[in-house]
């Protein structure tokens, strides 16, 4: 998703306030008033309880419909969006880049072998390629083409204990988010290296992304620093601000 840092940060939470009422009135027109007895729309309080606990309802019927064996829709290279539109919650000229030698990826939590990975090491693993739709929560929608290690495979690589919960992401742009177990596992689930018939560029997250088309765009981290796997919720950059924790496309 595409956000100004010097907009956004200076007026987020107030706008978080004002969507969260606008999706409750939306709610309440819809007969969701029975559902949210005694909530009173100026009671701050309470509108914000009541939509976390609509965002939680939410997230636990996504989770119980997400299939490991549905796939996401693939297409054909001519339907590629060219060129790509940049996402992130700063503009383009603000990305920040690390130098791919010395780039390492440290591996947290319930894993086995905790030593960081190096993008030699990845480079060596079986790749996978996928030309999906990558879909923004603000409406918008775009086609790539993605190249990369299925998180599956690394999961097993390092030992994971794959019944922990939860996967955990943080970024070298200061971005976090985080997905259940399950959706780590999905075949489609992958950490990107390439894009088309190159490297991961920087305005795409080089030198790794996670590309994960049954999510939101905002579920698919770039800049990945660090992967954690762990039984600790662990939210996210926007989850943390409102935004549905599952995230599901």
Known sequence: MSHNRLDRSAIAPELR??????????????????????????DEPSVERALSAM???????????????????EFDASR????????????ESEVRTVDPAGWRLEVDGLVSDRR??????????????????????EGWSA??????????????????????????????????TSIDMATALHPQTILALDYGDGALPPAYGAPMKVRIPTKLGYKNPKYLASIEVTNRFPGGYWEDQGYDWFGGS
């Not at 606008?22 to 029975?34: E, N, T």
């Not at 965002?55 to 829709?73: G, I, P, V, Y």
């Not at 590629?80 to 503009?91: C, K, M, Q, S, V």
């Not at 960081?116 to 929560?137: E, G, N, Y």
Request: proline content about 4%; overall charge positive; charged content about 20%.
């Open 17 to 42: 306030r004002i969507e969260r009422r606008l999706m409750l009135k939306g709610a309440l027109s819809l007969g969701g008033l029975s559902m949210l007895s005694g909530c009173a729309l100026d």
């Open 143 to 176: 086609i790539g083409d993605w190249s990369g290690v299925p998180l599956s495979m690394f999961l097993q690589r390092v030992g994971a204990d794959l019944r922990a919960k939860y996967v955990n992401f943080r970024c070298f742009d200061d971005y976090s």
């Open 55 to 73: 965002s939680r309802f939410t997230d636990r019927m996504q989770a119980m419909l997400f299939s490991r064996q549905r796939l996401a829709r």
């Open 116 to 137: 960081p990975w190096s993008l030699a090491q990845f480079r060596a693993l079986p790749q996978k390629r996928q030309i999906t739709r990558h879909i923004c929560v």
């Open 80 to 91: 590629i969006t060219h060129p790509f539109p940049f996402n992130a919650y700063y503009d």
